[in-house]
Every structure is written in C-alpha cells, then in structure tokens.
T-cell receptor, first 114, second 114 residues
Framework: AQKVTQAQTEISVVEKEDVTLDCVYETRDTTYYLFWYKQPPSGELVFLIRRNSFDEQNEISGRYSWNFQKSTSSFNFTITASQVVDSAVYFCALVQAAGNKLTFGGGTRVLVKP | AAGVIQSPRHLIKEKRETATLKCYPIPRHDTVYWYQQGPGQDPQFLISFYEKMQSDKGSIPDRFSAQQFSDYHSELNMSSLELGDSALYFC?????????????FGAGSRLTVL
C-alpha cells in the first residue's frame, strides 16, 4: 500500500519569508512518480511538478524548489520569498509507474500574510 | 490551451435525490479519473476509465456509477444521496493511464446535499 504524509497541516508566514513543506512517502514500488499540486482558495488543483523515482536531482523553478531524497523517502518543497498569492493548500502525491491512481497527502495550508 | 471541463460547477440536492456530474477531457486524452474531496480532506480516488473501459476502481460507493462515452467524456451518477456525499468532485484526464503521464484536473464540481 502507498502512503503520503504531510506532517504540517498549516503554516503561516509573513510575505518574503521562505517556507518549506515536508512530504514523506511510503511505497513498495521501485518505480514511482511524485507530484506536488497547489489548490488555491478558488478550489482547482494546479500541477506544479513531477519527479520520477530514478531522478534525485533537485529542481528549481522560479521561486519554487524541490528536494527529493530517496534515502529518507522525502520530497520537500520550498517557496522562496513567499507572496500573498502563494496562499493555498499544497498537496504532495504519489503514483506507481503502472496505472495512474494518485495517492495524496493530507495537504498543508500555507497562509502568507502581507 | 483547452482544459478539462466539468459541469455543473455547483449543485445542490436533497437527501435521497440523484445527481449527475459531467466531465469533458482535454482533446486526445483517452483516460478520465474521478476524485472526491470532502471538506478539509485530500482528494480520494473514485474510479478511472481508459478507452471507454473501467481501468481502476477506488473507494467508490455502490450508489455511484460512472461511464466513459464514445467521445471520451465521462459522467458520474450518484443516487440516494447522503449528507456525507457533499464534497468537491474532481475530474482529471491524461493520455493513457501511466504514472509517467501528468493528470490535468478540472475546476471541480461542488455538490451540496441538504
């Protein structure tokens, strides 16, 4: 069985602070994919990044960066210089290579105050 | 670019009534997924279809049924509605049910059962 754990339920920061969201996963598969999705107050789910289990290279996209550590089964997400528009619920998710059924973590609500 | 279209966006029903949600995938996407997100919860996989055949099944109640039509759109039918069915229902689509393919989510259909 697969499991994704986001231990932080809510994080509150002041604009321009950095915020790191933790994600720890469990799977017996050797090949799998990890995702981060953003859910703003409007409700839609917005895809942010996908990582496959064989690619541990960290990635940076603008103010977003991701740290994938297979040894600790973690896929953490950092927002640098946060902005009010970053306020949302962020979900980490896992899917096995065969099939496409996403298992989501419980989500972390990020509140960025001006 | 065309996205996943869901209708209706909002739906209010009484207990024991029936509701139907529709999903139009991104053109050329042959796989459709349904997820249910209860208040304050993470999205839970319900069911998926690939080339008009059911490809995977999650925690979908027996009162719910779904199908994918020849034009690849999908409908989720919910009968004998209960208060606990109140949720945001997401449809997503991808090209083939592979973990390598990113799911694109629709904006969701919010069902309220009174």
């Amino acid at each position: 069985a697969q499991k994704v754990t986001q231990a932080q339920t809510e994080i509150s920061v002041v604009e321009k602070e950095d915020v790191t969201l933790d994600c720890v996963y469990e799977t017996r598969d050797t090949t799998y994919y990890l995702f981060w999705y953003k859910q703003p107050p409007s409700g839609e789910l917005v895809f942010l990044i996908r990582r496959n289990s064989f690619d541990e290279q960290n990635e940076i996209s603008g103010r977003y960066s991701w740290n994938f550590q297979k040894s600790t089964s973690s896929f953490n997400f950092t927002i640098t210089a946060s902005q009010v528009v970053d306020s949302a619920v962020y979900f980490c998710a896992l899917v096995q290579a065969a099939g496409n059924k996403l298992t989501f973590g419980g989500g972390t609500r990020v509140l960025v105050k001006p | 670019a065309a996205g996943v279209i869901q209708s209706p966006r909002h739906l209010i029903k009484e207990k024991r009534e029936t509701a139907t949600l529709k999903c139009y995938p991104i053109p050329r996407h042959d796989t459709v997924y349904w997820y249910q997100q209860g208040p304050g919860q993470d999205p839970q996989f319900l069911i998926s279809f690939y080339e008009k055949m059911q490809s995977d099944k999650g925690s979908i109640p027996d009162r719910f049924s779904a199908q994918q039509f020849s034009d690849y759109h999908s409908e989720l039918n919910m009968s004998s509605l209960e208060l606990g069915d109140s949720a945001l229902y997401f449809c997503a689509s991808s090209f083939e049910p592979s973990g390598a393919n990113v799911l694109t989510f629709g904006a969701g259909s919010r069902l309220t059962v009174l």
